[in-house]
């Protein structure tokens, strides 16, 4: 072959990319935004006493099996959320541990459990839809039967929190699902249920940004009154003392926020919580994927100009005896 | 175009060796390993943990072994669309390296999955989750398999004498062909985009966001070239056939043009990010990144001038830190560079270390039984059986 033909073909192959890229409009996908009854919890670290009653609480109403660490394994201690344990209490500690809530020679509680993201990035990777979000209340469920245990979740949540239980030949993921088991008994979230001081509150997540906003509004020593459990249910609330919270909302604007929402006396770095833009890893992922393969209109293209260019430069077989090409 | 000459011929010869012995006992031991996985779970063998959901199984086996598999790719792509027939003695050997180096991986996914019953699951619709990046990978390499043991049958169809068969599909493989070159072009290049929703938790030196599928369909082409280099020279040394640096020259000259793009992207985009600085940190990151770079800029070297790139010798090298800076920046991207909290460490297990290398074992096994077996092979005049 000349040098002609081959850089008339080269143009060729390059037009057909170009042609491909550009016939695809760019579905760009914004990140998503809180569902009309988005369900949540409300996490406020300077309440919590970490009495840990909702680590044992999730643990019965879940079914899961305790974990050992201690050297007389007398009771259930979780370090971490694992294949066992789907919520944990940890503490911050700094220096003497003097005071609570505070940074420097202080210490506090800081709750881990998924965040039922509004824009949830184990959603959007998970291949069969085992993870789903709930188009109405928002709660990010997980469905064993639909999963193949690739971990993708595991390896795309930006809070580690879907976990994965290695040690089985049948494992399945496991994560906090809001309780959504027991929402047909009229009950909810057995970790706010039990909460004795109200640090974890269960509501849907209008009630629980006004809650916030009144707890913000407070001067720090104030007396009011904190409510338990459910915001909107029964009335359990009992009078205590606002507390000095730092600037900053976690689950606001993280990620395209999240339905778990935290107040704390402590900067969320420091309680293991990072910063994270206000923009989803789901809709970055998504807008690129739609880009290149929306409606297949790309590929297609591509396909058939590729088909045309191949046509002519692939020779019919028995030329040559049976070389394809 | 002499080469159309050298029509295909299977090589012949016994296939008992001590190398296939020896192969064949490593794939035997991964096999064991294997069983014991499934009956026990992947913690049984693996060092996976949450922290690294992902180990050497999917990010060699997988990611960096299809990659390594797209000599078959890269050659069609050349000979086919850039129609430069001159390399065609090249394209059946690598198309052969590429149906095994896939099937593998495709195989091998199955290994690492908890749930490998389910694995339907990803082409049902009502399961199938199309926005999912790995959904499109997942789809987008069983259908490539299925197009290349398409696109390779005429070899069997040859040795088994069904001409009829083969007159029917030679005139309509061309259209297998264009898809055996619009697939990997998908899939090699979503394999980075998997990253991309892993956000923050990839280290910045990795996370180049929508450059990633760029980024990792170059450097595929480029270990597609690299491995036919590869392939072509040892396939001369151990079956003792001229060497083809004829025709792998000018292909390295292809190669160097590639490299070049490549590298400008790669660079660009991390002046681009800010991220540069962070390769000059003293980090285990850091010091991986400039071993990938190294393997990337050395072949730059050693391919410059038409005289290196007529040494067989200094080609070999050159595909082979090409290779090599191809798995790194794999192994970068989805081990190294992924960062997912404090107190998380992961290093492959022997037994993960032995399924990995009795694939790779397997694999070879397989391709020297189809050569000695099958025509894939072109001639040498007088034929050598
Ligand atoms: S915190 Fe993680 S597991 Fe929970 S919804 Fe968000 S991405 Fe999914
Ligand atoms: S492990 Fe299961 S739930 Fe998680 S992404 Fe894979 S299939 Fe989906």
């Keep these: 072959m000349d040098r002609r033909t081959f850089f008339k073909s080269s143009l060729a192959g390059g037009a057909a990319l170009a042609v491909g890229a550009a016939s695809c409009p760019a579905q760009a996908r914004g990140t998503n935004t809180l569902p009309p009854e988005a369900l949540g919890l409300l996490f406020d670290s300077t309440l919590c006493v970490g009495c840990k009653a909702c680590v044992a609480a999730c643990k019965e109403v879940n079914g899961m099996p305790v974990e050992n660490f201690t050297k007389d394994a007398y009771w259930d201690t979780p370090l971490d959320l694992s294949g066992k344990t789907l919520n944990v209490i940890k503490v911050y500690r700094d220096g003497d541990m003097a005071a609570k809530d505070r940074e420097e020679n202080g210490f506090a509680f800081i709750k881990k459990s998924c965040m039922h993201c509004v824009d949830p990035s184990c959603v959007s990777a998970c291949p069969v839809s085992a993870m789903r979000k709930d188009a109405k209340t928002g709660i990010v469920t997980y469905d064993k039967d639909a999963c193949i245990g690739c971990r993708y979740c595991v390896a795309a949540c930006p809070f580690g929190v879907p976990r994965f239980t290695y040690d089985s030949a049948t494992p399945q993921i496991s994560k906090c699902q809001l309780c959504v088991h027991r929402h047909k008994d009229g009950k909810y979230a057995a970790c706010a249920e039990v909460c004795p001081t109200g640090a974890t509150l269960y509501g849907t997540v209008a009630d629980i940004r006004k809650e916030i906003a009144r707890r913000r509004a407070l001067k720090p020593g104030e007396q009011t009154s904190f409510p338990r459990g459910k915001l909107g249910g029964k009335d359990q609330s009992y009078p205590g003392v606002a507390a000095k919270y730092i600037d900053h909302v976690y689950g606001e604007t993280e990620f395209g926020g999240t339905q778990m929402m935290m107040l704390s006396g402590v900067s969320f770095q420091k309680l293991g919580y990072s910063n994270l833009p206000p923009n989803s890893d789901a809709a970055s992922s998504e807008t690129l994927q739609h880009t290149l393969y929306g409606g297949l209109i790309a590929p297609i293209v591509v396909l058939g100009a590729l088909t045309f260019i191949a046509k002519r430069n692939v020779k019919p077989d028995n030329e040559e005896g049976g070389n394809h090409g | ?385």
């Excluded at chain 2, 794939?27 to 992902?54: C, H, K, M, Q």
Aim: glycine share 8%; charged share 10%.
């Design chain 2, 1 to 385: 175009m002499a080469d159309y000459a050298h029509a295909p011929r299977p090589l012949g010869g016994s296939l008992v060796t001590p190398v296939t012995l020896l192969l064949g006992v490593l794939a035997a031991i991964a096999g064991v390993i294997l069983l014991y996985r499934f009956i026990y779970g992947l913690g049984a063998v693996t060092n996976l943990s949450d922290g690294y959901p992902w180990g050497i199984w999917i990010a060699y086996d997988v990611v960096v072994g299809s990659a390594l598999a797209c000599g078959g790719y890269s050659m069609a792509l050349l000979v086919y669309i850039f129609n430069k027939g001159e390399y065609h003695p090249l394209v059946r050997p690598a198309l052969l390296a590429s149906l095994f180096g896939y099937t593998l991986a495709g195989a091998s996914v199955i290994f690492d999955l908890g749930r490998w019953w389910n694995v339907w699951h990803i082409f049902w619709p009502g399961y199938a989750q199309v926005n999912s990046v790995m959904f499109e990978v997942a789809v987008c390499i069983s259908i490539y398999i299925l197009v290349m043991w398409i696109e390779f049958s005429p070899a069997f169809l040859e040795k088994f004498g069904m001409r009829n068969a083969q007159r029917k599909l030679g005139k309509v493989l061309f259209f297998f062909i264009a898809l055996g070159v619009l697939l990997p072009s998908m899939h090699q290049s979503s394999l980075g985009s998997l990253l991309v929703i892993f956000g923050q938790q990839i280290h910045p030196l990795w996370r180049s966001g929508w450059l990633l599928p760029v980024l990792y369909l170059t450097t595929a082409i480029l270990l597609g070239f690299a491995v036919v280099v590869f392939e072509a020279t040892l396939s001369s040394i151990g079956f003792r056939r001229p060497l083809e640096t004829k025709v792998l020259a000018p292909l390295s000259k292809i190669m160097y043009g590639l490299l070049v793009v490549y590298l400008v992207i790669r660079v660009l985009d991390l002046v681009f990010r800010g991220a540069l600085g962070a390769a000059f940190t003293a980090s285990w990151e850091a010091f991986w990144f400039w071993v990938e770079m190294a393997c990337f800029v050395a072949p730059l070297a050693l391919m410059s001038s038409a005289r290196a790139r007529n040494s067989a010798a200094k080609l070999f090298i050159a595909a082979l830190l090409l290779m090599l800076g191809g798995f790194m920046l794999r192994i970068n991207g989805f081990l190294v560079g992924y960062m997912t909290g404090e107190g998380w460490h992961y290093f492959p297990s022997l037994p993960e270390l032995m399924v990995t290398i009795g694939l790779i074992a397997f694999e070879i096994l397989a391709y020297i039984v189809i050569v000695k077996k099958f025509p894939v092979l072109p001639a040498v005049q007088p034929a050598t059986r």
